[in-house]
C-alpha cells in the first residue's frame, strides 16, 4: 500500500517541477466504517473510502493551496489540481513574512499506530461488539444507542525540494454507548477508544454501563442547586478540557493573537496545582502518534506543565515563521496530550464510589458543548449529562 | 451515468430492496480566503466529486460513498450489504413516508457566479476590508469570504429524478482588541440577507464598509466599557443573537430524529416528547415560530431535500403552542407509530446531507420568528424598565437535551427607564427553554426582522456541517438571569 501512494506522490512532484511549481504534496486517504445504533437498533450501518489531495504552492512569499477528493484512478484530475494552482499563484497576495517552504530531509515510515486488526475488522464484529456491551441491560424503557467507528488513515507528504517522503498510517476505534429510560428520563454514557483490535474491552463497557445502570435505577432521584462543589472529572472530561484549554492557552499563534490565557513570561512560573503534569507525547501510539510534523521536524516529548509550572508554548510553523520564532513540531492534526496520574488508584467508576469521603462529590464524565466564554481569562461553559 | 445509475437501483430492488437512492455529485468546488492582519493567510481551492448510495432492506439502512466512480457497482453492493448486516438487529422496521415521484430542478438564485470573479477582485475586496478595519483600538483584524458551488443529481427506486445546482457565499470581518482590563474583546459582521440573489454580486463593498466602521467604533467603546451587571433583568436579543437562540433551543430541539433518540450517542436528545405536540406551551402567545425552506435567498432553502421531498414552510409554534418538527420522511412515519396517532401529516422535507459522503439526516432549514406587533427597537427599548440589549453570538453552551443554556455576547447597552445608555462588556446571561421563551414579552416588527445564515451547524455521526439559515426580529426576555 506505502509503495503505491508513494509511487503517486513522486509522480505528482514530477508533474508538478514539470510545471515549474515549488509544492507540497498531501495524500490523505481514511477508510472508515461507523455502525449506528438508536432506540436498541442498528439505525445506520455506513463506511466512507476517501482520497483527497491538498496541494500548496509556495513563490517566494506567496502561497496559494488547492484541495481535492480524489479519484484514485483518475491522475489526469490530478494533473488538473495542480494547473489551477499555477493558475491562482500570480494573483496570491505576497504575506509579510517569509513562509517556509518544507525539505523533508530523510524519508519516514511511521506505522507504529496502524494494527492491520483493527483495520479488518468486520461488520459481525462491530455488531458482536455492541450485543456484548449491552448485554442484559435492555428492556421496553431502556433503550441503547451509539456508535461504533472504526477506520485507517493515510496520510503522506512530498515536496518537490526532493525526493523525500513522510507515510504515516494508524487505525483508531471509537465506541460510545448510551442507555436512556423514557419513563425516568436519565440517559448513561460510556465510551472507549482503541488503537488495536486487542484494545476493544466490551465486557468492561458492559460493567460500567451496568454499574451506572443499576444506581439510576435503584437510587433516589435528586435536584441539585446551583452552587459550588468539589467536582471529579473523569477521564474523557478530563481530556475535553485540557485539549481546549491547550488550544486557547498554549500554542504560540493564540499568545501573540491575544487569546491565551498565559503570557510569555508565564513560562516557568508555577500556575496550576502541582498535581499537574501535562506532556505532548508523540511516542504514545495510541493518541496519534506522528513521529514527524508537516514540515519535517521530529516531535519529541513536549512539556507544557511540570508539577505545576507552565513550560512552553507550542510553535506551528506558520506562527513561528510570522512571529520570528522557532517552530516546535507542532504542525499536526492532533497533538497527543498525556496527563500524568498521581497518588491514587482510581480504576474505575466502582472504584471511586468505594472511596472515602467526607462529602458528597459531583462525578461528571464527560463535558457536553464546551465553549469558551472569555479566552484571555481562560474562562468556559460547558455542561454534564 | 445517470442510466448506470438507474440499472443498479433495478438490479438491488430485484435483490429484495425496499428502497435504494443516489446522490450523484458531478461536482463541487468552493473556494476560501482568509486575510488576517493584511497577511492573505489562506487562499484555497477545492473540488470534489462522487456518490453516495443508501439502501432500505429489510427495515434497516445501508450506506456506501466514494469518490472513486470507475466502478460506481461496488458503492450499490456495499451499501446493500451494510443494510443486510444492519437488518439484524432491527426493533422498529424503517418505512418512508409516501411522497410522490418527482422530476425536477432547483437552482439558487444567483446573477454573478462567484466562481466566475478573478482572484485579483477577491483579494481586492479582502484588502479593502482589512484596511478599514486598521484602526486605534483593533489589535486583529480579519476577513473571509467563502464560495461553494456543487450539482447535486438525485435518483431513487421509487422514480424521482432531481438535479440541484447550489450556490453559497459566505462573508464576514472581524475586529478584535483588549480591553482596559486586558480581557479579548471582539465585533464581527456578517451580513444577513441583503437582496434576492447570492452571487458575487450578493458582496456589497458600500454594506461591508459601512459596516466596518460601526464594528471599530462599537469595539473601542467596549474596551473601555464596564462589566454587564448580574441580576435578573429583560433582555432584548439583536438578530445577531436571537439567531443563535433559536437556533439551539427551538431548531435543533424540534428535530424529530433528536426527539426520537437517534442522536443520543453524539449531538443529543430533545425535552420535547412526542405527547407534546399540539399541547406543549413552548412561549408566549406572541412566539410563532416556522420552518420555511421556501424563503426566497438563503443556504436554508434548497429546492428539494435529500430524500426528494419539494421544500415546504410548516409552522412549528403558534401563538406559543408546540404544533410542528423538523423532519424526514423516516421519522415521521416511526413518530406516529409510536405516538398510536398520527401527529405529522408527512415529511417536512428537512433531510439533508453535507455532501455525497455522508447519509441525510433532519436538519434545519430556515428556521424563524415570526415578526410580531411591539413596533421597532427604539419602540421596544422605550418600553423597558430595565436590562441589557444584547448582539453577537460570542460563545454558548446548550444543555445535551436543549433543556438550558449559557450564551455570552460580544456586546450589550444598558437599559433604564426606557433609555438605551452607555455600552457594557461581557455580557452573559442563561436559562431554561421554556420559562425562557413564555417570558418573551415583545416581538418587534418587520423593520427589526432579517434573515441571519449560519455556514456551520455541526450534528450527527460521522460529524455533518450544514449551512441553514433564520428569519428573526428583535425579542425582548423578561427576568432573565444576566450575568455569572
Not at chain 1, 508554548?313 to 520564532?325: L, T
Request: glycine residues 8%; hydrophobic residues 40%; charged residues 25%.
Amino acid at each position: 500500500m506505502s509503495n503505491q501512494v508513494i509511487d503517486l506522490l513522486q509522480r505528482l512532484r514530477q508533474t508538478a517541477l514539470n510545471k515549474g511549481l515549488q509544492a507540497l504534496i498531501t495524500y490523505h486517504e481514511e477508510d472508515s466504517y461507523l455502525m449506528r445504533f438508536a432506540n436498541s437498533a442498528i439505525s445506520l450501518n455506513t463506511n466512507e473510502h476517501l482520497i483527497s489531495l491538498d496541494y500548496i504552492a509556495f513563490d517566494g512569499r506567496k502561497k496559494v493551496s488547492y484541495s481535492m477528493i480524489a479519484d484514485p484512478t483518475d491522475f489526469e484530475s490530478m494533473e488538473k489540481g495542480l494547473d489551477i494552482l499555477a493558475e491562482m499563484l500570480p494573483h496570491a497576495q505576497a504575506l509579510s513574512y517569509d513562509p517556509t517552504f518544507p525539505v523533508y530531509a530523510k524519508d519516514v515510515l511511521d506505522e507504529r499506530a496502524f494494527d492491520p486488526a483493527l483495520a479488518a475488522l468486520t461488520n459481525e464484529e462491530r455488531l458482536a461488539y455492541f450485543n456484548t456491551l449491552a448485554g442484559s441491560l435492555e428492556s421496553d424503557d431502556v433503550k441503547l444507542s451509539g456508535i461504533f467507528s472504526n477506520g485507517t488513515t493515510t496520510t503522506a507528504q512530498i515536496s518537490t525540494a526532493n525526493e523525500h517522503v513522510q507515510y504515516f498510517r494508524s487505525t483508531d476505534a471509537q465506541v460510545t454507548a448510551v442507555l436512556s429510560s423514557e419513563s425516568l428520563k436519565w440517559e448513561v454514557n460510556a465510551e472507549q477508544s482503541a488503537q488495536k483490535k486487542s484494545d476493544l474491552d466490551a465486557e468492561g463497557l458492559h460493567a460500567d454501563l451496568a454499574l451506572l445502570v443499576k444506581h439510576y435505577q435503584e437510587d433516589e432521584a435528586v435536584q441539585l442547586p446551583v452552587g459550588k462543589y468539589t467536582v471529579v472529572l473523569g477521564p474523557a472530561a478530563t481530556a475535553e478540557l485540557g485539549n481546549i484549554m491547550t488550544y486557547y492557552g498554549m500554542t504560540g499563534g493564540a499568545l501573540m493573537q491575544g487569546y491565551s490565557f498565559l503570557k510569555e513570561e508565564d513560562q516557568g512560573k508555577l500556575l496550576f496545582s502541582e498535581k499537574i503534569h501535562l506532556v505532548d507525547d508523540p511516542r504514545e501510539v495510541e493518541i496519534y502518534a506522528q513521529n514527524a510534523d508537516r514540515f519535517g521536524l521530529e516531535r519529541k516529548p513536549f512539556p507544557l506543565i511540570s508539577e505545576g509550572r507552565f513550560q512552553a508554548f507550542m510553535w506551528d510553523q506558520d506562527s513561528a515563521d510570522e512571529f520570528g520564532k522557532t517552530p516546535t513540531g507542532h504542525d499536526v492534526s492532533h497533538t497527543s496530550l498525556v496527563m500524568d496520574g498521581g497518588e491514587k488508584s482510581v480504576a474505575s467508576l466502582k472504584d471511586l464510589l468505594e472511596m472515602d469521603r467526607d462529602e458528597d462529590i459531583l462525578y461528571v464524565p464527560y463535558i457536553h458543548y464546551m465553549n469558551v466564554v472569555n479566552p484571555t481569562q481562560g474562562m468556559v461553559t460547558g455542561s454534564s449529562r | 451515468m445517470r442510466e448506470k445509475i438507474k440499472e443498479q437501483i433495478d438490479l438491488l430492488k430485484a435483490k429484495g430492496a425496499h428502497y435504494v437512492d443516489a446522490r450523484w455529485y458531478p461536482r463541487e468546488d468552493s473556494n476560501f480566503l482568509f486575510m488576517w492582519n493584511g497577511n492573505l493567510k489562506e487562499n484555497n481551492a477545492s473540488s470534489q466529486s462522487g456518490m453516495g448510495v443508501r439502501v432500505l432492506y429489510n427495515g434497516a439502512w445501508g450506506f456506501s460513498a466514494s469518490s472513486d466512480l470507475t466502478n460506481p457497482n461496488a458503492i450499490f453492493d456495499r451499501a446493500f450489504d451494510n443494510a443486510r448486516i444492519a437488518a439484524e438487529r432491527v426493533t422498529f422496521p424503517i418505512r418512508l413516508a409516501e411522497k410522490e415521484a418527482i422530476t425536477g430542478s432547483f437552482t439558487s438564485p444567483n446573477q454573478v457566479d462567484p466562481f466566475t470573479v478573478g482572484l485579483d477582485q477577491k483579494v481586492a475586496f479582502l484588502q479593502k476590508m482589512d484596511a478599514a478595519l486598521n484602526q486605534t483600538g483593533v489589535i486583529q483584524r480579519f476577513g473571509m469570504l467563502e464560495f461553494v458551488r456543487k450539482q447535486i443529481i438525485f435518483l431513487d427506486s421509487e422514480g424521482s429524478e432531481i438535479e440541484k445546482n447550489i450556490i453559497e457565499v459566505f462573508a464576514s470581518i472581524h475586529a478584535v482588541g483588549i480591553d482596559k482590563d486586558g480581557g479579548m474583546q471582539r465585533r464581527k459582521y456578517s451580513p444577513g440577507r441583503t437582496g434576492p440573489t447570492r452571487g458575487w454580486e450578493s458582496i456589497n463593498e458600500t454594506d461591508f464598509l459601512a459596516n466596518a466602521e460601526r464594528i471599530v467604533s462599537e469595539l473601542n467603546q467596549v474596551l473601555v466599557a464596564e462589566d454587564a451587571p448580574n441580576g435578573k433583568m429583560s433582555v432584548i436579543l439583536l438578530n445577531g443573537i436571537m439567531f443563535l437562540q433559536t437556533h439551539e433551543t427551538i431548531g435543533h430541539a424540534l428535530e424529530l430524529d433528536r426527539i426520537l433518540g437517534y442522536e443520543l450517542s453524539f449531538a443529543g436528545g430533545s425535552f420535547v416528547r412526542l405527547e407534546d405536540f399540539g399541547k406543549l406551551r413552548y412561549g408566549s402567545e406572541k412566539l410563532t415560530a416556522r420552518a420555511n425552506a421556501l424563503e426566497p435567498n438563503s443556504p436554508g432553502s434548497f429546492g428539494f431535500d435529500d430524500d426528494g421531498v419539494p421544500a415546504q414552510d410548516n409552522l412549528l409554534i403558534d401563538k406559543g403552542i408546540l404544533v410542528g418538527a423538523i423532519t424526514g420522511r423516516q421519522m415521521v412515519e416511526e413518530a406516529n407509530a409510536k405516538a398510536k396517532k398520527q401527529i405529522f401529516e408527512g415529511s417536512s422535507g428537512a433531510n439533508r446531507a453535507t455532501s455525497f459522503y455522508r447519509v441525510p439526516i433532519e436538519r434545519m432549514t430556515n428556521i424563524n420568528i415570526d415578526p410580531g406587533t411591539d413596533g421597532s427597537l427604539e419602540d421596544i427599548i422605550a418600553n423597558t424598565k430595565y436590562g441589557v440589549v444584547l448582539d453577537g453570538d460570542k460563545s454558548w453552551s446548550i444543555g445535551s437535551n436543549r433543556e438550558q443554556f449559557h450564551f455570552a455576547c460580544d456586546i450589550g447597552w444598558l437599559v433604564e427607564d426606557g433609555q438605551k445608555k452607555q455600552v457594557v462588556k461581557n455580557p452573559t446571561y442563561r436559562g431554561e427553554t421554556l420559562p425562557f421563551y413564555n417570558s418573551l414579552s415583545a416581538v418587534g416588527d418587520e423593520s427589526t426582522w432579517n434573515v441571519h445564515y449560519v455556514e456551520n451547524c455541526g450534528k450527527g455521526a460521522p460529524n455533518q456541517i450544514m449551512q441553514l439559515g433564520h428569519g428573526v426580529p428583535v425579542c425582548r426576555f423578561d427576568n432573565v438571569q444576566v450575568g455569572e
